[in-house]
């Protein structure tokens, strides 16, 4: 495939991109970092994409891919605190108090919870869940049942 037809993807699923690089990097620049290391990957990794799946099945594999080996180079131990900050941060793309709670939820799971849960808000099916992560379909099920029962203790629902 060609550069437009890679660039008209991009254009479609970004959301896929901003919403993994909200869910696994806390400030700004390090969205913006990952985001570009995605597209890298995802440029180098197209004229590989053979069609077999959806192209968003693809972008996400690539996308997961890359936001989790970046933790895997970092020295650097990545922490999460339990607290929201009192000074409010400016607000991305007019998101909203429950989006912000919402992350702030997702951002206390593990990274494999975190993955599976994303996929499943963007209305993925177990069978294509279980084809990016690399699990049985039947155990994306009982993952999602307890990630919702931890979000629900997190979000005290």
């Keep these: 495939m060609d550069q437009p ?5 991009i254009q479609q699923h970004q959301g896929i991109l901003h919403k993994l690089c909200r869910l696994y990097r806390d400030s700004p620049e390090d969205r913006e970092d990952l985001f570009q290391e995605m597209i890298y990957q995802l440029w180098k990794s197209f004229p590989s994409f053979e069609g077999n799946a ?3 099945t693809w972008i996400y594999r690539i996308a997961l891919n890359t936001a989790l080996a970046g933790f895997r180079k970092r020295s650097i131990p990545v922490t ?3 607290t929201l900050p009192d000074v409010p941060m ?3 793309n007019n998101t909203t108090l429950q989006q912000d709670q919402l992350f702030a939820a997702l951002k206390q799971l593990s ?3 975190k993955a599976i849960i994303a996929l499943y808000l963007d209305d ?3 069978q294509e869940i279980a084809g990016i992560i690399g699990i049985e379909e039947n155990y994306v099920g009982v993952k999602l049942n307890r990630i919702k029962t931890k979000l629900k203790n997190i979000l005290n629902l």
């Design 124 to 126: 993925m099916s177990y």
């Design 80 to 82: 999460y605190t339990d």
């Design 111 to 113: 990274d494999a919870e």
């Design 90 to 92: 400016v607000q991305e």
């Design 5 to 9: 037809a890679f660039l008209v993807s």
């Design 54 to 56: 959806k192209i968003s």
